[in-house]
T-cell receptor
Framework: GESVGLHLPTLSVQEGDNSIINCAYS??????FIWYKQESGKGPQFIID?????DKRQGQRVTVLLNKTVKHLSLQIAATQPGDSAVYFC????????????FGTGTRLLVSP | GAGVSQSPSNKVTEKGKDVELRCDPI?????LYWYRQSLGQGLEFLIY????????KSGLPSDRFSAERTGGSVSTLTIQRTQQEDSAVYLC????????????FGSGTQLSVL
């Protein structure tokens, strides 16, 4: 079926730690993946994306890793800060004539000072 | 520049009433999407508009839901005869094109059906 799932619903870390949020996807034909951050009362905010012809992409303090063999995606946040506390969603693009993003249920990241 | 704007930010209505939710996409973005987010859940695709093409309505949960996009810009999502299960955050997003383009989201409309 269509699903993008997450391994942990809540991740608690200490400020300064590195955080890793995992995501499994089910459609091997998906060619584009995005991570979004959603703070309370706000819409999802784009963090980083990766295309299926890559296995790693780095941004500012964030890295996305894509393992197509096991259909796994991860978001790494370096030196996690209290402002990183939010719900993180992975989304998978299944191009069916248009860009249809399928979202997972999200992982809540809690950063303690 | 301005982001995606949605109004109202909150809407409380009685069961059986009709509601209209509005979305102003980013200027120049040709693609517009509506998603629904129930409490503690991920985002559920509802409908997609691209330019002047016929919209993809494959995600609309029932015929009580409809949407239109006037002049390729502003969009309105209408829910008729609202039910309690319609309570959710309705999110609008826009993007520049159709393929592998990031979506920019508005802050959503929190709909509560009493």
């Amino acid at each position: 079926g269509e699903s993008v799932g997450l391994h942990l619903p809540t991740l608690s870390v200490q400020e300064g730690d590195n955080s890793i949020i995992n995501c499994a996807y089910s459609n091997s034909a998906s060619d584009y993946f995005i991570w979004y951050k959603q703070e309370s009362g706000k819409g999802p905010q784009f963090i980083i994306d990766i295309r299926s012809n890559m296995d790693k992409r780095q941004g500012q303090r964030v890295t996305v890793l894509l393992n197509k063999t096991v259909k796994h995606l991860s978001l790494q946040i370096a030196a996690t800060q209290p402002g990183d506390s939010a719900v993180y969603f992975c989304a998978e693009n299944r191009y069916t004539g248009f860009q249809k993003l399928v979202f997972g249920t999200g992982t809540r990241l809690l950063v303690s000072p | 520049g301005a982001g995606v704007s949605q109004s109202p930010s909150n809407k409380v209505t009685e069961k059986g009433k009709d509601v209209e939710l509005r979305c102003d996409p980013i200027s120049g973005h040709t693609a517009l999407y509506w998603y629904r987010q129930s409490l503690g859940q991920g985002l559920e695709f509802l409908i997609y508009f691209q330019g002047n093409s016929a919209p993809d309505k494959s995600g609309l949960p029932s015929d009580r839901f409809s949407a239109e996009r006037t002049g390729g810009s502003v969009s309105t999502l209408t829910i008729q005869r609202t039910q309690q299960e319609d309570s959710a955050v309705y999110l609008c997003a826009s993007s520049r094109g159709t393929t592998n383009e990031k979506l920019f989201f508005g802050s959503g409309t929190q709909l509560s059906v009493l």
